[in-house]
C-alpha cells in the first residue's frame, strides 16, 4: 500500500526592506515670495521707448494677477518675455492691444503708452489699436476662407486698398515678408486652414502685418510647431525686427536666447528683471533668475 505524500508549496525567503530614507522637505523655488517693495533690477527702461509702461497691474476679479509693472520696448527692438507658467506674462501682452477688455472681468490700472499715447484713454479706439499692434497667437488661427482672403481682409475691413491692384500688391508683399509666398503662389484660392501647421502660423504673420502695423505681440507662436517649422518662424522675428517692434512670450528659454535683444523675467505676477538677453542667460542680477534658467523650477 502505498503512501501519498502531500507537497507542501515552496516557502519564500524572507527578505528585509530596506530602511527608509529619512524625508524632509525643499522649498520650493516657485512659491518663494517676492516682498511688496520690489524693484525690478536690470535696464526695464529705454530711451527710444516704442512702448512706455509705468505702475500696471492687472485684475480678474478681486484677484491680482500682475503687479506694478514699469517697463519700456524699444523702437525695432525684439523683447522675450519668460517664466514659469501662470507667472502673469501672457496677462501682460495682451494688455498691449487691449486684449483683456474681451474679459469681463479683468481691469487694467496704470498706464500703458504707445508713441506717448495712452491706449486706455477713452477717446481710445481699440480697432485702429490693434491694426497698430497686431498679435499673433499660440495657436495659428486662419479664417475659414483662401489664402488670398486671409491676407486681404484687414487691409479691407480697414479700408487699406480700394483697388484689386493694390490689394494684390499687399497680399503678395505680406505674404514674402512671411516667407509663404513661394510655397502658396499658384494656391492662393486654396483655404488657408488646408496648409501645414507651420504654413499656417505664417499666414497668420502674413495676415498680421497686411495692415502695416507697428508693434507684434507674440504668445507662444512655436508651442504648436515641430523643429522646422520654428526654426522659420524664428528666422522670420529676425528679418521683421528691421521694420517692427516685436514683443514675443515664449516658455523656451533657447528661442528667448536666440531671438530676442531684451529679455523680461516674470515671477508671480511680478517683473523680476530685465537684461539684455545675452546677460541674462549667463549673468543674471536676480537670485529668481538665475534659479529659473538654470531649471530649479519652472
Same mark, same amino acid.
Given at each position: 500500500?502505498?503512501?501519498?505524500?502531500? %507537497?507542501?508549496?515552496?516557502?519564500?525567503?524572507?527578505?528585509?526592506?530596506?530602511?527608509?530614507?529619512?524625508?524632509?522637505?525643499?522649498?520650493?523655488?516657485?512659491?518663494?515670495?517676492?516682498?511688496?517693495? @520690489?524693484?525690478?533690477?536690470?535696464?526695464?527702461?529705454?530711451?527710444?521707448?516704442?512702448?512706455?509702461?509705468?505702475?500696471?497691474?492687472?485684475? @480678474?476679479?478681486?484677484? %491680482?494677477?500682475?503687479?506694478?509693472?514699469?517697463?519700456?520696448?524699444?523702437?525695432?527692438?525684439?523683447?522675450?518675455?519668460?517664466?514659469?507658467?501662470?507667472?502673469?506674462?501672457?496677462?501682460?501682452?495682451?494688455?498691449?492691444? *487691449?486684449?483683456?477688455?474681451?474679459?469681463?472681468?479683468?481691469?487694467?490700472?496704470?498706464?500703458? %503708452?504707445?508713441?506717448?499715447?495712452?491706449?486706455?484713454?477713452?477717446?481710445?479706439?481699440?480697432?485702429?489699436?490693434?491694426?497698430?499692434?497686431?498679435?499673433?497667437?499660440?495657436?495659428?488661427?486662419?479664417?475659414?476662407?483662401?489664402? @488670398?482672403?486671409?491676407?486681404?481682409?484687414?487691409?479691407?475691413?480697414?479700408?487699406?486698398?480700394? *483697388?484689386?491692384?493694390?490689394?494684390?500688391?499687399?497680399?503678395?508683399?505680406?505674404?514674402?515678408?512671411?516667407?509663404?509666398?513661394?510655397?502658396?503662389?499658384?494656391?492662393?484660392?486654396?483655404?488657408?486652414?488646408?496648409?501645414?501647421?507651420?504654413?499656417?502660423?505664417?499666414?497668420?504673420?502674413?495676415?498680421?502685418?497686411?495692415?502695416?502695423?507697428?508693434?507684434?505681440?507674440?504668445?507662444?507662436?512655436?508651442?504648436?510647431?515641430?523643429?522646422?517649422?520654428?526654426?522659420?518662424?524664428?528666422?522670420?522675428?529676425?528679418?521683421?525686427?528691421?521694420?517692427? /517692434?516685436?514683443?514675443?512670450?515664449?516658455?523656451?528659454?533657447? %528661442?528667448?536666447?536666440?531671438?530676442?535683444?531684451?529679455?523680461?523675467?516674470?515671477?508671480?505676477?511680478?517683473?523680476?528683471?530685465?537684461?539684455? /538677453?545675452?546677460?541674462?542667460?549667463?549673468?543674471?542680477?536676480?537670485?529668481?533668475?538665475?534659479? @529659473?534658467?538654470?531649471?530649479?523650477?519652472?
Amino acid at each position: 500500500m502505498q503512501q501519498t505524500l502531500e %507537497q507542501k508549496p515552496p516557502v519564500s525567503p524572507k527578505v528585509s526592506a530596506p530602511p527608509m530614507a529619512p524625508t524632509f522637505s525643499i522649498p520650493e523655488p516657485a512659491q518663494m515670495p517676492v516682498s511688496a517693495d @520690489y524693484k525690478t533690477v536690470g535696464v526695464p527702461l529705454v530711451e527710444n521707448a516704442k512702448f512706455a509702461m509705468r505702475d500696471v497691474n492687472v485684475f @480678474y476679479g478681486e484677484k %491680482q494677477a500682475v503687479f506694478n509693472v514699469n517697463l519700456d520696448i524699444g523702437e525695432n527692438e525684439v523683447i522675450a518675455m519668460i517664466g514659469p507658467s501662470g507667472c502673469g506674462k501672457s496677462t501682460f501682452l495682451r494688455c498691449l492691444n *487691449r486684449m483683456n477688455d474681451t474679459i469681463d472681468i479683468c481691469r487694467v490700472t496704470g498706464s500703458i %503708452q504707445l508713441d506717448g499715447e495712452e491706449i486706455y484713454a477713452s477717446k481710445m479706439d481699440v480697432v485702429p489699436l490693434r491694426a497698430r499692434v497686431g498679435m499673433v497667437f499660440q495657436k495659428p488661427n486662419p479664417f475659414p476662407k483662401s489664402i @488670398y482672403e486671409n491676407v486681404a481682409y484687414g487691409p479691407k475691413i480697414h479700408g487699406l486698398a480700394s *483697388r484689386r491692384v493694390d490689394l494684390d500688391e499687399i497680399v503678395e508683399t505680406s505674404l514674402r515678408r512671411a516667407g509663404l509666398w513661394e510655397e502658396v503662389k499658384d494656391r492662393l484660392d486654396a483655404p488657408g486652414t488646408g496648409l501645414s501647421g507651420g504654413q499656417q502660423q505664417r499666414l497668420c504673420i502674413a495676415r498680421t502685418i497686411a495692415v502695416s502695423p507697428e508693434v507684434i505681440l507674440m504668445d507662444e507662436p512655436c508651442s504648436a510647431l515641430d523643429p522646422i517649422a520654428t526654426a522659420k518662424i524664428e528666422e522670420l522675428i529676425a528679418e521683421l525686427s528691421q521694420n517692427y /517692434t516685436i514683443a514675443i512670450v515664449t516658455h523656451s528659454m533657447q %528661442q528667448a536666447a536666440r531671438v530676442s535683444h531684451r529679455t523680461a523675467y516674470f515671477h508671480l505676477g511680478k517683473l523680476i528683471e530685465v537684461n539684455d /538677453t545675452q546677460k541674462v542667460f549667463t549673468t543674471p542680477d536676480h537670485a529668481l533668475t538665475e534659479a @529659473y534658467i538654470t531649471g530649479r523650477f519652472g
